[in-house]
């Protein structure tokens, strides 16, 4: 079993930042990929952004590309999003996944056994 906390959301202005940040304990010893997803109210959760479980792989939704960077910290087995440009449309719940093995179809949430509660970010003036 694997445990995931999110942290870090909150209220931004329109080209403001946020750092979410994924906590994982329990089975952190495995090859975890990590993943970021998001649902806006009234709409379908979406892939945000994902790493490899050896963080030499990133993807990016292209809505978020540019301007959104994921990286992990294995030795605090965390994972963090940095959110910058955020614009009104960024804003959503937004939910840290895990999965393991190959292929990793990291835009899938198919993929991820193990998902966090979310946390929200709002993004307005």
């Known amino acids: 079993q694997v445990q995931l906390v999110e942290s870090g959301g909150g209220l931004a202005q329109p080209g403001g930042s946020l750092t979410l940040s994924c906590a994982a304990s329990?089975?952190?010893?495995?090859?975890?990929?990590m993943g970021w997803f998001r649902q806006a109210p009234g709409k379908e959760r979406e892939f945000v952004a994902a790493i490899t479980w050896s963080g030499a792989g990133t993807y990016y939704a292209d809505s978020v590309k540019g301007r959104f960077t994921i990286s992990r910290d294995d030795a605090k087995n965390t994972v963090t999003l940095q959110m910058n440009s955020l614009k009104p449309e960024d804003t959503a719940d937004y939910y840290c996944?895990?999965?393991?093995?190959?292929?990793?179809?990291?835009?899938?949430?198919?993929?991820?056994?193990?998902w966090g509660q979310g946390t929200q970010v709002t993004v307005s003036s």
């Open positions: 329990g089975r952190t010893d495995s090859r975890l990929h």
């Open positions: 996944a895990a999965a393991f093995g190959s292929p990793f179809l990291f835009s899938r949430q198919f993929s991820y056994s193990y």
